[in-house]
């Protein structure tokens, strides 16, 4: 087989370890909140509970993402053709791709639910918090 299959082959199993690790960090909430792996939303990124929730229901699909790329590169490898090994990296990215982006699309929507944290006694943003409804001389406003 030819040096670019394997290196193919080899890059796909690579990313597919990497999304199992990511994917099992993610189902339980051990993954901190970073601009570089996993569920990266602004919905997620809004803060930790956001990106535990994004990431927790995410994982499932980012896990079987990982699986699907481990075992295309894999079979790519060890193809008894150049034909079938294209054919499987083909395959296998492909399902990874949409694997991971229903992941992400279902995580984003997962931490769009969540509510916003609550202003602390404040019924919204302001200068002075004797003008707004709910805000009274013990609350957390800061005029």
Same mark, same amino acid.
């Given at each position: 087989m030819g040096l670019g299959l394997d290196?193919?082959?080899g890059v796909l199993a690579a990313v597919g370890c990497a999304l199992v690790v990511v994917g099992v960090l993610g189902w339980r909430r051990r993954l901190p909140r970073n601009r570089v792996v996993g569920v990266r939303t602004a919905a997620t990124l809004r803060d930790d509970e956001t990106f535990a929730v994004g990431n927790q229901v995410g994982a499932p699909l980012g896990i079987a993402a990982g699986v699907v790329a481990a075992l $295309?590169?894999?079979a790519a490898i060890g193809a008894p053709s150049v034909a079938a090994a294209w054919v499987l990296a083909g395959v296998s990215g492909i399902g990874v791709v949409g694997l991971a982006l229903l992941g992400g699309v279902l995580g984003?929507?997962?931490a769009s639910r969540i509510a916003l944290p609550s202003l602390g006694g404040c019924t919204g943003v302001c200068t002075g918090c004797?003008?707004?409804e709910g805000c009274t001389? $013990?609350?957390q406003c800061r005029s």
């Open positions: 290196i193919v082959g $295309g590169g894999t984003d929507r997962a004797t003008m707004v001389a $013990g609350s």
